[in-house]
C-alpha cells in the first residue's frame, strides 16, 4: 500500500509518498493549484487502488483538490493540524519546510492509518456555506451596534431611554434622520413622528419625548463627523438586517428539502437556525459511535489535570478545534440540557434494564427521529405541548442572533 502525503498551500502544494516499510517513493515535489498541475499530481499518483493520501485541513485551500481526488476515486483522510504537529513533535523535528510536512503526513498515514474522510453531499455544503456566512453576518451586526453604541452616548445620551435597541429599524431609522441631539432639537414635533421604522410611525408621544430629551442633553459631541458615523453604522445595519433576512429565508428552503435538518427540528427545543447550524457542522449526527464523541468534536471536552500535591475535584473543559457553531447550538441548554445531555439526545442509545420509561420521557423525539431516517418511515407528528416546543424553538433561535423584533 502507498502513503501520500500532501503539504497544503495557497497557490502550491507538495506531494510525497512511501510505501510499507516507509521507503521514499515519491520525493517531495511542488504542483500548482491549477488544472495544468493537477494533471501533473494525476500522473505522479498512479491508479488509486492500494493508495491513502493524506492532508491536512488548511484554511479553505485544500478543498478543490479534495474534490478532483475524490472525483478520481482516491481514498483521502483530512486530518487536523494539531494531530500531525504532535506526531512531528514526537521525532524532535526541528526543521520545518514543506518538504518535510509532506513526508511527515505520508509516513503519519503510515502510522496511524487513519480512515478516509468523506465528502459532504452538495446540499450538507451549500447549507454550511450560508450557514457561516449568516454567522459572520451576525458578527458585523454586532460589531455595528456596538460601534453606533459609542457615538450615541457621545452625541445623544439620553436617546437609549426611550429607543431601547439601537439595532432596531425604529432606532437606525430615527437616527439616519436625526442623528444627534442637536438634530433633534432643530427639528419640529412633526418631522420626528412622521418618521416610520418597522411598520408603524413614531408617534407624536415618542417625538415629544426625545425633543424634550435633547433640549437638556448632556451630549457635546454633534458636529458632522459624529453625525455622519451614526448615518454610516445605521445604513450598515439595514443592510444587514436585510441580508440576515434573506438568508435566513434561503437556510429554511434548504431545510425543508434535508432529511437530516427536518428530522432535527423534531426535537424538543431546536429550531430551524439551529438544526441548520448542526447540519452544516456536523453533518448526520448518527454517524458518531456515542454522545461523547459527538461533545468532543464541537470541543465541549472536559480535561482532568493532576500533578503532584496538585488535584482536583472536577475536571473544567479544554475546548478544541474551531467548531463554535455546534458547540453554541449545544451550549444553548435547551430545555436546561447540557451539551453532553443535549449530544446525547442526538444519537440512539440503547436503554439499560429498567431505563426504558425514562428513555422515553426523555429521548423520544430524537429516538423517534434517529428510527425514522434509518428506517425510512414518515416522519412523526409535533409533540402534543406544540405551543411550548415552537416557544422553546424561537428562544433558541433568537440566543443565536439577533431578535426578531430588531427585524421587523
Request: net charge positive.
Amino acid at each position: 500500500m502507498r502513503f501520500v502525503g500532501i503539504d497544503i498551500g495557497a497557490e502550491r502544494h507538495m506531494v510525497a509518498s512511501i510505501d510499507e516499510q516507509s521507503t521514499v517513493l515519491q520525493r517531495p515535489t511542488a504542483f500548482r493549484e491549477d488544472a495544468e498541475g493537477y494533471q501533473q499530481l494525476i500522473g505522479l499518483l498512479g491508479p488509486p487502488a492500494g493508495t491513502l493520501i493524506v492532508m491536512e485541513a488548511t484554511g479553505h485551500y485544500w478543498q478543490n483538490l479534495f474534490a478532483m481526488l475524490a472525483a478520481e476515486g482516491f481514498a483521502i483522510a483530512l486530518i487536523n493540524p494539531l494531530r500531525t504537529r504532535r506526531f512531528a513533535e514526537e521525532d524532535l523535528v526541528r526543521t520545518k519546510t514543506d518538504a518535510i510536512d509532506a513526508l511527515g503526513l505520508a509516513r503519519f498515514g503510515q502510522q496511524k492509518r487513519p480512515p478516509a474522510t468523506l465528502l459532504p453531499d452538495v446540499a450538507t455544503r451549500d447549507l454550511r456555506e450560508l450557514v457561516r456566512l449568516r454567522a459572520r453576518f451576525l458578527q458585523d451586526f454586532g460589531d455595528r451596534t456596538r460601534q453606533l453604541h459609542r457615538v450615541v452616548d457621545l452625541s445623544f445620551p439620553e436617546f437609549t431611554r426611550y429607543v431601547v435597541q439601537l439595532d432596531s429599524p425604529r432606532a437606525t431609522a430615527l437616527l439616519q434622520a436625526f442623528p444627534t441631539a442637536a438634530a433633534v432639537r432643530t427639528a419640529s414635533e412633526r418631522q420626528i413622528a412622521s418618521i416610520r421604522g418597522g411598520q408603524r410611525p413614531v408617534g407624536r408621544e415618542l417625538a415629544r419625548a426625545l425633543k424634550s430629551a435633547a433640549r437638556t442633553s448632556v451630549g457635546h459631541h454633534d458636529t458632522e463627523v459624529y453625525a455622519r458615523q451614526v448615518r454610516f453604522f445605521c445604513e450598515d445595519l439595514d443592510l444587514l438586517r436585510r441580508r440576515l433576512g434573506n438568508l435566513e429565508r434561503d437556510i429554511e428552503h434548504l431545510l425543508a428539502a434535508h432529511q437530516v435538518g427536518q428530522l432535527l427540528t423534531t426535537i424538543e427545543g431546536i429550531g430551524p437556525q439551529t438544526a441548520a447550524k448542526l447540519v452544516a457542522e456536523l453533518g448526520d449526527p448518527a454517524a458518531f459511535r456515542s454522545a461523547g464523541a459527538l461533545a468532543a468534536y464541537v470541543g465541549a471536552i472536559p480535561g482532568l489535570r493532576q500533578s503532584g500535591k496538585q488535584t482536583w475535584d472536577r475536571a473544567g473543559l479544554t475546548p478544541r478545534g474551531a467548531r463554535q457553531a455546534p458547540r453554541g447550538a449545544l451550549d444553548a441548554h435547551a430545555g436546561g440540557r447540557s451539551a453532553q445531555s443535549l449530544a446525547a439526545g442526538l444519537l440512539p442509545t440503547p436503554a439499560r434494564p429498567g431505563q426504558a420509561a425514562e428513555g422515553r420521557a426523555h429521548g423520544g423525539h430524537a429516538q423517534t427521529a434517529h428510527r425514522h431516517l434509518h428506517g425510512g418511515e414518515a416522519p412523526p407528528p409535533l409533540h402534543p405541548h406544540h405551543h411550548d416546543d415552537h416557544t422553546m424553538k424561537k428562544s433558541l433561535d433568537r440566543a443565536d442572533g439577533i431578535s426578531k423584533q430588531s427585524r421587523c
